[in-house]
């Protein structure tokens, strides 16, 4: 009889402190698998396998590309390195980003889901954004089991809220409760079913392989997949609109992916430096241009001096105006930037 025998996890913001609490918890007998995803900046290495191992009775690694799997073990995605799951092994590999992160959570869960179907338990803790969203949907469309952590108990709600309104979710304890709740789930036998794998799944677990026939072709069956009107942030190409159960999606040929709520903050971080570089652009035409200026009257070209002159003002408004909607396109800028204005009208009485 079969059991819920492989666990994915994925976690973000106050994920540290939330996987070693979970560590703690768990028996050092689990039949399981446990396999998780932090997202952790691609230039640090993650200690995270050490930490988990000092927590709790369970031994905690990165694991090898076709690593063979192993009951009772923790396998932690390396830092700028996708876990994916196959047949009785993982694989590590450097595929394109998901919602600007790699390694991600969703093709953890999207390749267990496809590889193991009702045998797998998708765990989502706490995190920003709505990241594990789209993998928790793939882990219960393939039979599976979805256990969130309680919004309330998590330090960022975000992505445990993300995941109980997209989501049929089977179980959603506090983190204190999850150990148990797990363990309890490991036991409980699996009842044999026939299932089809999603043609989606697998689509999108050969992105995340660059395991695609040809750049030609869209990266997703035309049955749910559009052309959108948005470029990708990562390479510029086209992204493609996806839509499961009130989830919006994009994906790029070459597999790049995001949520709705993802692009949009991408697009923000995009236009915040494309505003940075327009205004180091301006500020140095103004220089320059002050600089030809005080040349051209050295030599006595007046009419030059007067041209480069005007088109130094001309920079320097526009400066002006620049920097005052790149204060105010930040939180922290609007607030110095009302701070400013209030000391102007204050000194002009």
């Known amino acids: 009889m079969q059991r819920h025998d492989i ?10 402190e939330a996987l070693t609490t979970l560590a703690r918890q768990l028996p050092r007998d689990l039949a399981a698998c446990v396999l998780l995803v932090l997202h952790v900046p691609a230039q640090h290495r993650s200690y995270l396998p050490e930490i988990l191992t000092r927590s709790g009775p369970l031994p905690a690694h990165h694991p090898r590309d076709e690593e063979a799997l192993a009951p009772g073990r923790i396998y932690v995605a390396p830092n700028d390195r996708h876990l994916l799951v196959e047949p009785d092994r993982v694989r590590v590999l450097k595929g394109p980003k998901e919602n600007g992160h790699r390694p991600a ?14 045998r797998v338990v998708g765990v989502v803790l706490t995190g920003a954004l709505d990241c594990g969203t789209s ?23 975000d992505m445990p809220r993300s995941a109980l309104e997209y989501v049929a979710v089977d179980h959603c304890v506090p983190l204190e409760e999850m150990g148990a709740l797990l363990t309890r789930l490991v036991a409980t036998p699996v009842a044999p079913r026939s299932r089809r794998r999603s043609r989606q799944v697998e689509t999108e677990v ?6 695609i026939p040809s750049m030609d072709d869209p990266p997703s069956p035309v049955e749910y997949a ?3 009107y948005y470029g990708c942030p990562d390479c510029g190409g086209v992204l493609f609109e996806l839509e499961e159960d009130g989830l919006l ?17 991408s697009q923000q971080n995009q236009l915040d430096g494309a505003m940075w570089a327009a ?10 241009s002050r600089r030809l200026a005080a040349q051209a009257r050295e030599r006595s070209h007046n009419h030059s001096a007067l041209r480069f002159e005007e088109r130094a003002r001309t920079a320097e408004a526009q400066v002006s105006l620049l920097r005052q909607a790149v204060l105010a396109a930040s939180p922290a800028g609007a607030a110095s930037l009302e701070a400013d204005v209030s000391d102007e009208k204050e000194q002009m009485g």
């Open 206 to 211: 050969k992105a995340m392989k660059v395991d």
């Open 7 to 16: 666990i994915v996890i994925g976690a973000s913001m106050g994920g540290v």
């Open 249 to 265: 999606r994009f994906r790029c040929r070459t597999g790049h992916a995001y949520t709705a709520e993802a692009l949009s903050g």
């Open 105 to 118: 959570v969703d093709p953890l869960f999207r390749s267990a889901a496809g590889t193991y179907g009702s």
């Open 226 to 228: 559009k052309p959108s």
């Open 135 to 157: 993998g928790l949907m793939a882990v219960k469309r393939e039979g599976g089991l979805a256990v969130v952590q309680d919004p309330r108990d998590a330090l960022c709600p």
């Open 279 to 288: 205004l180091r652009a301006l500020e140095e035409s103004a220089s320059l």
